[in-house]
């Protein structure tokens, strides 16, 4: 668990300028930490959090602990105030749609057929082992390129399937 004080420092008291996304569960900012380490920081809406008891959220957070290489890692959690966080690993080509939908205007070379095919084969990978492999069986029900991301090297790795 990591204090609510350490992540506002770590994004700037959670700054426009730190957005890297948004979503219908809360806002993802990019964060560092005192020791250098990126990190992305889901700030969960105060109308999801009205209707979460804790416990609830406690036990999302479990669910989101299930490890594997084409999964993103929840790194810890925040619970303070009125404050839910969930701190994953930061992806530093962010998600397969700003790929796919805005490479133009956001000035990205278009992706490659062999990247592509790396990206289809690392996000199947990632639900053959949620819907078969893992300890419980998981049903992502949300899979789409925003819910697929991108790390430094275009290894894809699945988010968003608590």
Known sequence: ML????????????SEENVLGRGGFGIVYKGVLHDGTIIAVKRML???I??????????????LKVQHR????????SVEDNE???VYEHMPNGSMSKHLFRWKLLGLEPLSWKKRLSIALDVARGMEYLHSLAQHCFIHMDLKPANILLGDDFRAKVVDFG
């Not at 084409?70 to 959690?77: C, F, K, N, R, T």
């Open 3 to 14: 204090s609510l004080q350490v992540l506002r420092v770590a994004t700037n008291n959670f």
């Open 46 to 48: 105060s109308t999801v």
């Open 50 to 63: 009205s209707n979460e008891p804790i416990d609830q959220f406690q036990a999302e957070i479990a669910i």
């Open 70 to 77: 084409h999964l993103v890692s929840i790194l810890g959690y």
């Open 84 to 86: 839910r966080l969930l």
